[in-house]
């Protein structure tokens, strides 16, 4: 077993390093206080070949591979897991599925431009009486001669402000006792498509988190991604990969949090020495250490399995359970390393602990990837 990077591996972590020191770190505390969006990092980003980072060429994509994209998100939330999470969405989330499931036609209409940087991927999934249980889908899509008539909501999605359009599911019927769910690709400019960006949160304050209005937005068949009825398989294909970039994302934010941490820890004079001779705090930064080093090593095997075409539904919920409870683990303890100025807003790591609190929650809550695991073992 070889776990090395490869050279293109080893030259995007050093780019995306080099690029998150320079463009996202330096403003990365000013954004969380004014809960500003960087649109300029990914017009910064776009030149640079990375919005379709692990898609073809061919579709204007940097034809990389999933470790790639996940080293990608790590550095960037390893100093703004706002950047992070905008990114991860954007690939795994918004492009995924036009690549996955797409026509040629839809590729090149929808999935070039996203490639390209000219808008930023999103995905409508969640409901606010649908959010673990999506396969309870309330919006519905109504046929209506040539197109379809769609109306309902949905809550918490990533980057939608920004999105020229997305795939969002909607019931188009039922099979049994059990809603046919579909998806469809809609323009957010469309007649009675409303984005609300009001949302007061915890964390992650310049990402775009936004709730979504519909009401009778006409599609045309043209615009229905994959088959009819298909959109349940459609989804939970998309959140697997999905689950690669949060677990990725919660080994960056810990990354970060730990680096802080050991600095203060060599820096912070107590007792006439510096804290990090002190064998209590020595055991926590090794336990940290530890933690994200094995985080880091699971998420990119799910990676390499995807890689492969190999299953790896299973590997992902276990990177994306076990990283980003290594994140809350390590941010608590960084946060307590750095006693007092922990707590303030100008030591960080208060910024990492409530940032990575959403990577238990995210495509998928940690109850859920036990459920998921649990049955992929046979339970």
Sequence with gaps: MNFDLTQEQTMIRKLMRDFAEGEVAPGADERDRTKRFPKEIFDKMAELNLMGLPFPEEYGGGGADTISFAIAVEELSRVCA????????????????????????QKQKYLVPLCEGKTLGSFGLTEPNAGSDAGGTKTRAVKDGDGWVINGSKCFITNASYAKFLALTAATGNMGNVREITAFIVPTDAPGFRVIDNYVK????????????????RVTDQEILGEIGKGFRQFLITLDGGRIGIGAMAVGIAQGAYELALKY?????????????????????????????????????????????????????ICKLYASEVAMNVCNQAVQIHGGWGYMHDYKVERFFRDAKLTEIGEGTSEIQRNIIAREIGC
């Design 265 to 317: 820890a060599k820096e912070r004079v107590q007792f006439g020495q510096s804290i990090s001779k002190f064998q209590a705090i020595q055991h926590k930064l090794a336990d940290m250490h530890m933690q994200i080093e094995l985080a880091r090593t699971y998420v990119y095997k799910a990676a390499w399995l995807k890689d492969q075409g190999r299953k790896f539904t299973k590997e992902a919920s």
């Design 82 to 105: 706002s950047t992070g999470i905008t990114y991860s969405a954007h690939i795994s989330l918004g492009c995924a599925p036009l690549y996955l499931f797409g026509t040629e036609e």
């Design 202 to 217: 915890m964390g992650l304050h310049s990402s775009n988190t936004t709730e979504l209005i519909l009401e009778n937005v």
